[in-house]
């Protein structure tokens, strides 16, 4: 089975450099990778050195979803993945994906997203309704989820972790242009599931994503503008929902979008006049004439020539690496190394204390653990967790083996 990896991009060069270095090191193949971008992403792809092949298609235009189209137009995989430009994945994140399309049924894949902080989770399960009403629904962490319609709800995938069959998002018109940006998701996947079709969750097809800022957010969670989250709340509402409920599901989502500032605003994040303009924005999105909203014709493939990403297994032995933070130079040296020789490596530099640990990934082709040896990794955990060097550093390995893949372990 063919994959193809579609990244689309926006004046976000270095952060889609970290994404294209992640792929690298995938355990699936065969897979494509396709950039949908501006000139930036354009020259980022010319940066790391992966030109000749990931397929580029210029595109310079304030929308998620006619990119995204366009980025479908252009593949050929039998599944096609979707990542965010500021999100790294995994080594096992496509092959999780890939598996869950083995079943039929199935026509979304979706998989658990860590924050920025590498350690807890953004999503990990949740379903949308027609009047835009989003649910956390916790699935097994252990196993492969299948969902479908139910009760008026459609399993939701997160944009910046998904999958879908290729044939089946294309018969569907592929994403609506009419969402530029906010719930572009939502519409699919609610669409998929009213015809029938299977989500499956995959906790292990994990991916980290960045909150890079953007024209619409700026740094972390904090928005930029409300402006298209209004609109497209407008579009949502006017597609799925009955008439007489828009304007209640309309006031819903700026109420959500309020309790969402104001907690921002309790935490020192945004002072009360941005509250107050970002509030507005969403106002005259909202107050925008609702779309014209048509039936999606059927998307077809304009590429008939392959230019894969991978087409063979990596047969390199994934290496972890432990030591302490005062000789960080020397093992982050020995990490790229091991990296640039095609391992998948994990470098734990750990400090004799009980500090919070982090997870990130270096450029230079590695994850970085960083944090006390006796501090806690889930947020969740005891904060004090005596433990030596190796076993700590095996308690995390074996945490995220799923994700990861197995890796021998050495003291530096």
């Known amino acids: 089975m063919l994959a193809s990896v579609i990244i689309v991009s926006r004046d976000r060069g270095p952060s889609l450099r970290l994404t294209l270095t992640a792929l690298k090191y995938q355990s699936f193949f065969p897979f494509e990778v396709i950039v949908v971008g501006d000139q930036a992403a354009l020259d980022a792809v010319a940066v790391a050195g992966v030109a000749e092949h990931v397929i580029c298609v210029p595109f310079d235009e304030p929308n998620i979803s006619a990119a995204r189209n366009a980025g479908l137009a252009q593949a050929q995989g039998d599944v096609v993945a979707f990542i965010d430009d500021d ?10 994906l890939v598996a869950a399309f083995e079943t039929p049924e199935v026509a979304v894949a979706a998989g658990f997203v860590r924050a920025r902080n590498g350690i807890d989770f953004q999503w990990r399960g949740e379903t949308v ?19 479908g319609w139910q009760n008026g709800t459609a399993p939701e995938a997160m944009g910046t972790n998904v999958a879908y069959r290729a044939s089946v998002l294309r018969a569907a018109g592929g994403f609506d242009p009419v969402f530029r940006y906010f719930l572009d998701d939502s519409d699919v996947n609610l669409r998929l599931s009213q015809a029938g079709h299977l989500t499956a969750v995959v906790p ?9 800022p953007s024209s619409r957010r700026l740094s972390g969670t904090i928005p930029a503008t409300l402006e298209d989250h ?32 104001l907690r921002l605003m309790r935490l020192g994040r945004v002072q009360p006049d941005t509250v107050l ?36 297994a990596l047969d390199r ?18 990490a790229a190394r091991c990296a640039a020789d095609g391992h998948v490596v994990t470098l734990f530099l750990f400090t004799p204390d009980s500090r919070y640990h982090r997870v990130a990934y270096h450029p230079d082709g590695y994850w970085l653990h960083t944090g006390g040896v006796w501090g806690r ?12 060097r190796l076993d700590r550093a095996r308690r ?9 893949g197995d890796a021998a372990l050495q003291k530096l």
């Open 87 to 96: 999100a790294v994945p995994e080594p096992n994140w496509l092959a999780g």
């Open 129 to 147: 309704s027609r009047l835009a009403e989003h649910e956390v629904r916790p699935v097994p962490p252990d196993r492969i989820s299948l969902a």
């Open 204 to 212: 292990w097809a994990e991916v980290h994503h960045g909150l890079a």
């Open 230 to 261: 209004g609109r497209s709340t407008v579009a949502f509402l006017t597609k799925h929902a009955p008439l007489h409920l828009i304007e209640a599901g309309v006031n819903r989502m700026r109420g959500a979008q309020r309790l969402r500032l």
């Open 277 to 312: 303009r970002l509030l507005a924005s969403f106002d005259a999105g909202s107050r925008k004439r609702a779309p014209d909203l048509r039936d999606l014709p059927p998307i077809q493939t304009e590429r008939s020539t392959r230019r894969l990403f991978r087409e063979a």
């Open 317 to 334: 032995e994934g290496l972890a690496f432990v030591a302490w933070r005062r000789h960080g130079e020397a093992a982050c040296t020995q």
């Open 377 to 388: 990794s889930e947020r969740s955990g005891p904060l004090i967790q005596p433990a030596r």
């Open 396 to 404: 995390e390995l074996g945490a995220r083996r799923f994700a990861r």
